[in-house]
């Protein structure tokens, strides 16, 4: 396992004393996707513009500060949010590039609180240009870095407990599932080549990512994906916040 990498961390104040740490992840060009598995293939290339990436999951903390309420099964204030469909998030977002300090920052620099796309989601995942091709978020141990079926005790866990990654990013590979912004499709053939979301299906798919507490190990390799209905809420889904 690398040590622990030195990332330099923006934290993003919103209100009394509470901040989001933010990752800001380097531009490049990387392979998407494994050609092993139907829904992940074929690889291809993708060129990804510099952004900003959560460190964390959304934690119950942040939800709360900034919605006023906690919908999460497990409770607790360091734990990830979770019961948050897709729909769920939009409000989320809209709400906290709402706030007077939110709304400055982003009149600064040009960019806003979304969803990550699903390609930025992986190219952060494995690392950006920092990767040294873990199968996982940061290991070839799935156990360092996650929190899945076979150590979960059947629960959320604490953010940040785990091993990073390369990028000094957290619980990417378990823990929770974390939706991306774009519609679910069944393959990659006419994916965006520019890390744009993929967002031309009608139907309600939305795409998550990173597996979760209740997952196999299979389900959290950083090139896994799965499917969810954008209005369904579960103890294993929450979210990672993304600015670009």
């Not at 360091?78 to 019961?83: A, F, G, I, N, R």
């Not at 005790?153 to 990654?165: D, E, M």
């Not at 389900?219 to 809420?233: E, G, H, L, Q, T």
Request: glycine share 10%.
């Amino acid at each position: 396992m690398q040590n622990k990498p030195l990332v330099p961390i923006l934290n993003i104040p919103i209100a009394d004393g509470l901040s989001i740490p933010m990752v800001t992840v380097e531009g490049g060009d990387f392979m998407m996707g494994r050609d092993a598995y139907r829904y992940e293939n074929p690889i291809h290339p993708v060129k990804i513009a510099s952004f900003e990436i959560g460190q964390y999951p959304v934690t119950q903390a942040l939800w709360q500060g900034v919605m006023q309420d906690n919908p999460s099964h497990f409770k607790g204030a360091d734990l990830p949010v979770e019961q948050i469909s897709w729909d769920d998030t939009r409000l989320f977002l809209e709400k906290l590039n709402a706030l007077p300090n939110i709304q400055q920052l982003n009149e600064q620099d040009g960019r806003r609180f979304r969803l990550p796309t699903e390609a930025q989601w992986e190219y952060a995942a494995r690392g950006g240009r920092q990767s040294l091709g873990f199968p996982y978020a940061g290991s070839h141990q799935l156990k360092e870095v996650g929190w899945f079926s076979q150590n979960s005790h059947r629960a959320t866990k604490p953010v940040g407990l785990k091993l990073p990654n390369e990028l000094c990013l957290y619980d990417m590979s378990g823990n929770v599932w974390e939706w991306c912004a774009d519609h679910w499709q069944d393959d990659y053939k006419k994916a965006p080549q520019d890390g744009s979301a993929w967002a031309e299906s009608d139907g309600a798919g939305r795409v998550v990512r990173g597996g979760s507490w209740s997952s196999s190990g299979n389900y959290c390799r950083v090139s896994s994906r799965y499917d969810s209905i954008a209005d369904f809420r579960d103890d294993n889904i929450g979210f990672r916040l993304a600015r670009y």
